[in-house]
């Protein structure tokens, strides 16, 4: 009775076979049968380097999702080419699915990383102006250290901007003198919401002075007027002189 209690649980906890299914088989290509759970892995991969003729170090898994995430398979990998799956079926349209999904995942993951570089700070209300200004400076090095609320909101301006395809602040211009201008924008804008760019204009040119008002005339008083001495003034003497000597003789 004791016997055939412990060869009952004994069979209740072995584990199942691990198989393989390889591109296009509709059954199992590989069964495995590991010693526990524990062993799984080490006893398909064991399995999978015998029946592909390659070292056990050659053969990797990953975790794969396609079908706008519907669909998932631990994949089978032999020197980073898909040959099969672990415990399902899959397909050679799986398998390029997967390669397009792959595809579309880094080329989100590049848009996200130039978002970074067109966020303008003052969008980012939860950091501080000098904050705004160090991480329009190095956005990715500020996002990767900054604490939970403001990669949070770093964050949130991040995916406000995956409509499409981001610029890339490489095209025509430095990043240098992309953050430079942003900078320059954010602060600008800044300065204007606390009214400290008035301050900052030009002062109103300074008026011309006045003209003196002419002295009140007084009743009575005559101008003097002065002989204007000068070339017409001899030529008024010369022509008097003969007009006396006549008169002489």
């Known amino acids: ?18 198989t393989f299914y390889a591109i296009d088989s509709d059954s199992p ?15 398909l991969s064991a399995a999978l380097a015998n029946h592909y003729g ?20 631990e ?3 032999l020197d980073g080419r898909i040959v099969g799956a672990v415990d399902r ?48 400076r190095d956005p990715v090095r500020y996002f990767l250290n900054a604490d939970e609320a403001q990669s949070d909101a770093i964050m949130r301006e991040v995916e406000n901007r995956q409509g499409g395809d981001v610029a890339d ?8 003198a992309i953050i430079d201008h942003l900078a320059d924008r954010s602060l600008a804008k800044k300065l204007k919401d606390d009214g400290e760019l008035k301050a900052a204009k030009k002062p109103p040119a300074a008026k011309a002075p006045k003209a003196k ?8 008083q005559r101008e003097l007027l002065l002989p204007i001495t000068g070339k017409k003034g001899e030529e ?11 008169k002489a003789g």
């Open 169 to 176: 602040p490489r095209s025509g211009f430095s990043p240098l």
């Open 29 to 43: 290509t590989i069964r495995a049968y590991p010693r526990s759970s524990f062993h799984a892995w080490s006893a």
């Open 89 to 136: 079926p899959i397909s050679s349209a799986d398998v390029a699915a997967i390669g397009r999904a792959g595809l579309m995942e880094k080329k989100s993951f590049i848009n996200r990383i130039r978002s970074l570089f067109n966020i303008d700070g003052y969008t980012l209300p939860e950091l501080t102006r000098e904050q705004q200004l160090e991480f329009l």
């Open 1 to 18: 009775m004791l016997g055939r209690s412990n060869s009952s649980t004994a069979s209740k906890s072995a584990p199942l076979p691990t």
């Open 236 to 246: 008024q003497k010369s022509a008097q002189a003969p007009v006396s000597r006549r």
């Open 75 to 77: 994949v089978v990998k």
């Open 213 to 220: 008002k002419a002295k009140p005339r007084v009743e009575g």
């Open 54 to 73: 390659v070292d056990a170090e050659s053969i990797h898994t990953a975790e794969a999702y396609w079908n706008g995430d519907r669909e998932f398979a």
